[in-house]
């Protein structure tokens, strides 16, 4: 698998995620941006994240990768190749900080290890990942769970979406968005994501 390029997450992709931190439900798309410094593959390893900048929330998401140029008119099963579980860490408190005055979430979502990924399995199609489940385990306990199919915009209208406004081409990422049940994370967590009842990433958490 080649070089990861440009990371797109998508905001407010799940009706109840919007209700728990009191947003409106979007009528189009809502996509932010990471540079590439934020991903990391979780492989078991310690993944450092920022301890003094305020609360650290997980937000589970679906991840899926792009194999190919994306051209108008095109399938989203025909682009994306894989997929993977991802964590968009969040610096909440920043982040609410920036949203009253009106500024980008950057700050908040653009840090070193912010883009945590399992390793990307291979895509098994739209209509089949709505069989099964993606979920976070912190410290051995579930804490978040969700599925594609409860997506406000489906990954062909994402697809669609990204590709219209930013290009889509081998090696970009999306982020697409978190269902509901985000929370914070300590130094020294143990994460786990999991799909399809399989653990396919883990990772510890240091903060500095
Ligand atoms: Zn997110």
Redesign the pocket.
């Known amino acids: 698998m080649g070089d990861i390029r440009n990371i797109y997450?998508?905001?407010r992709n799940y009706v109840a995620h919007a209700k728990e931190l009191n947003n409106e439900v979007p009528s189009s798309p809502f996509l932010f941006s990471k540079p590439t410094h934020a991903f990391v593959e979780a492989n078991g390893q310690e993944i450092h994240l920022p301890g003094n900048r305020g609360s650290i929330h997980y937000?589970t998401?679906l991840v899926i990768r792009i194999g190919s140029k994306h051209e108008k008119g095109m399938k989203a099963d025909e682009v994306i190749d894989r997929m993977g579980i991802g964590i968009?860490f969040?610096l909440r408190d920043v982040q609410s900080e920036l949203k009253k005055k009106g500024h980008p979430w950057l700050l908040a979502k653009g840090f070193p290890n912010s883009a945590v990924v399992s390793k990307f399995i291979e895509f098994p199609g739209i209509n089949e990942i709505k069989e099964k489940d993606f979920s976070l385990i912190r410290n051995g306990e579930m804490v978040q769970v969700g599925n594609s199919k409860n997506m406000i915009f489906d990954l062909q209208t994402i697809v669609d979406f990204t590709s219209l406004h930013f290009g889509l081409d081998e090696g970009d990422i999306i982020?697409t968005?978190?269902p509901e049940g985000v929370g914070q994370i300590f130094d020294r967590d143990h994460l786990s994501l999991k799909w399809d009842n399989k653990i396919i990433g883990d990772c510890f958490i240091k903060f500095t």
Do not use: H, M, S
Request: hydrophobic share 20%.
């Open positions: 997450c998508v905001g937000e998401e968009d969040t982020f968005g978190t």
